[in-house]
């Protein structure tokens, strides 16, 4: 499936040859976010099958946590993902929360700050949810999840400092626990490749930034910019 998804994807691009380069610009993206449903949330891009294998990974982790009576992140970055995995554990015993701004297919189709600190409330407090599905622009900053001691990154965003946030949710003074796992899934050949080179070349240039020794930096001056 996905193997055709992006041959139909190449060729039109390749057809696009010659028209403006918004038009070009425009069909790349839309590939490019094509891939990366067709690895993560697959009924988006019209298609029908079993469960893709990061569904049965994700549920894999999160029986493990479950039996360690463990708590678990789940960081989707597509709505149809989220409300994928979010069924998906439910359906099969683990009990979930979703933590997200919009969505169309449920109801509430929105939840407001009171219903979002409900269900963060209740996933710290109750020892019967396991995990708990969250949208990474909702829980990047601020918040304190130390309750978990898991996270699972279906799929990368494409900023490192988002990347970054939703580990320190849990990853903070407080953590409950000795330490916390992280889990990164990526589909060999496919897009996840390169989004996953991507991030860790942007983390690696932002690391070596902050590393920097500016005590040994000479003073900037109009000749140095």
């Known amino acids: 499936f996905y193997d055709s998804l992006h041959a139909a994807g190449k060729k039109r691009l390749n057809i696009g040859t010659g028209k403006s380069r918004a038009i070009q610009r425009k069909n790349m993206l839309e590939l490019i976010t094509n891939l990366r449903l067709a690895s993560n949330a697959p009924t988006r891009v019209d298609y029908s099958g079993p469960p893709v294998a990061k569904l049965e990974a994700i549920l894999e982790i999160a029986k493990s946590f479950k039996a360690q ?11 149809e993902e989220g409300r994928a995995i979010h069924a998906y554990l439910n359906q099969h015993g683990i009990r979930s929360l979703r933590l997200y701004a919009s969505d169309q297919s449920v ?4 939840l407001n700050q009171v219903q979002r600190d409900e269900i963060l409330e ?3 407090e109750d020892p019967m949810i396991v995990c708990l599905v969250a949208s990474l622009e909702l829980v990047s900053e601020g918040l304190t999840l130390t309750e978990a001691s898991g996270i699972v990154r ?33 589909n060999t050949g496919t897009i996840d490749i390169y989004i996953e080179q991507l991030l860790n070349a942007k983390i690696t240039a932002t690391q070596a930034f902050i590393d920097r020794d500016f005590s040994k930096q000479e003073d900037l001056n109009s000749s140095s910019l």
């Open 107 to 110: 109801s509430p189709k929105t």
């Open 69 to 79: 009576g463990r708590k678990l992140l789940i960081y989707p970055n597509f709505i």
């Open 154 to 186: 279906p799929s990368r965003p494409w900023r490192a400092a988002l990347d970054w946030q939703g580990l320190a949710r849990a990853i903070r003074p407080g953590q409950v626990w000795t330490h916390v796992d992280v889990y990164d899934l990526v």
């Open 122 to 124: 209740q996933f710290q």
